[in-house]
């Protein structure tokens, strides 16, 4: 129908409720506000891994003191000085020469810390990509033709980390394995539905999902076994049990579900009916927007419908991806005449929607 309510301004706002609450340098701020850094004897060494290693870097940097390093690795089009640390460029989705050498960086960095020292982890989404640091017998092409057929092939963050976790040395607990003896404490933000800390950036700080028998069960089943590099197939099917992962203090500092509240509260402030699906938004973007248009059906003006959750795209053609563009473009597509103004608006948080220039779109 034809839209006589300009609905853009009301959805932006809730849209940046949602993106303030995941604001990663406030994330950091509340946290230590209520857990201080510990004090370490020796040194306090700061790895920022992810999306949002650079703001949560330069947070955490304001509450260190005494003798401490400071390194963050993000994606290329992030990057950002922070004052007292390196700051290292990534790929991302698909790792590069780039992300190799940040690999070893910050393999090094934990290899030289001591019982005396403790180590700070802040990570963050995208971290797979950003560290590839892959297992002996493959190469950084091989890591990167591994990560095209995950992206490409409809799984879901957890599936594809599992994955990722047997061909890496950081990813699955392999950080706490390089950073012993000294301690690990990681302030953590979720990009992931459920809060798995095993599979945000692929859990450097925590155990694997899985098995590498399990990783390849889970590539047969969806048709991506034979899509693999060579190498990859090799190490999988002769990986062995992962060694115990050593202890880590692991703090969640913001997760989709705090964004989703955040949009709850100020649609409420300004008068809205508020309902928020009982579930999240995941799994295929075509049967995620089939969901959402069965929920806009019965709704009657005002109400704000309100999703949280991470949606999963198949590439087909020269088709680049970017689930949140697709899902507003399946949803304004497919709405029938509900017979007053709507509007639909999908984004990420992070800014980033795939391999795009958007957070995401809106009709």
Do not use: Y
């Amino acid at each position: 129908m034809t839209q006589t309510t300009d609905l853009r301004p009301d959805a932006r706002r809730l849209f940046d409720a949602a993106v303030t609450a995941a604001d990663p340098a406030l994330a950091v701020r509340r946290q230590l506000a209520l857990t201080p850094l510990p004090q370490a004897t020796g040194r306090t060494v700061l790895i920022a891994v992810g999306k949002a290693a650079p703001a949560m870097l330069a947070e955490a940097l304001r509450h260190v003191s005494g003798p401490h390093e400071a390194l963050a690795v993000t994606h290329h089009e992030n990057t950002m000085p922070v004052p007292g640390a390196r700051v290292l460029n990534a790929g991302h989705p698909v790792p590069d020469a780039a992300g190799a050498a940040a690999g070893q960086a910050v393999m090094e960095l934990l290899d030289g810390c001591g019982p005396e020292d403790q180590v700070i982890a802040l990570i963050s989404g995208g971290g797979s990509s950003l560290l590839p640091a892959p297992v002996a017998g493959m190469t950084l092409a091989d890591k990167a033709a591994v990560n095209q057929v995950l992206l490409s092939g409809g799984l879901d963050i957890v599936l594809m980390n599992l994955v990722r976790q047997q061909l890496s040395q950081l990813k699955g607990g392999g950080f706490l394995r390089r950073a012993a003896p000294a301690p690990v404490t990681a302030f953590i933000l979720s990009d992931v539905i459920g809060d798995d800390l095993r599979a945000i950036a692929s859990g450097p700080t925590v155990g694997p999902i899985g098995t590498a028998a399990e990783a390849r069960e889970m590539l047969e089943a969806h048709g991506l076994w034979d899509k693999l590099p060579v190498a990859a197939q090799e190490a999988l099917a002769a990986a062995r049990a992962p060694e115990p992962v050593p202890e880590a203090t692991n703090i969640m500092v913001g997760s989709n579900g705090q964004s989703v509240a955040a949009m709850a509260d100020v649609a409420r402030a300004e008068g809205w009916d508020v309902r928020v699906s009982d579930r999240p938004l995941v799994g295929d973007v075509d049967a995620a927007a089939q969901e959402v248009l069965a929920l806009m059906a019965p709704v009657k003006a005002p109400t704000a419908l309100l999703f949280g959750g991470e949606t999963t795209v198949i590439l087909r053609g020269d088709g680049r991806g970017g689930r949140n563009q697709e899902l507003a473009l399946r949803v304004a597509l497919a709405a029938p005449d509900l017979g007053q103004d709507w509007l639909f608006l999908s984004g990420g948080t992070d800014g980033r929607d795939g391999p795009t220039d958007a957070a995401g779109g809106g009709g």
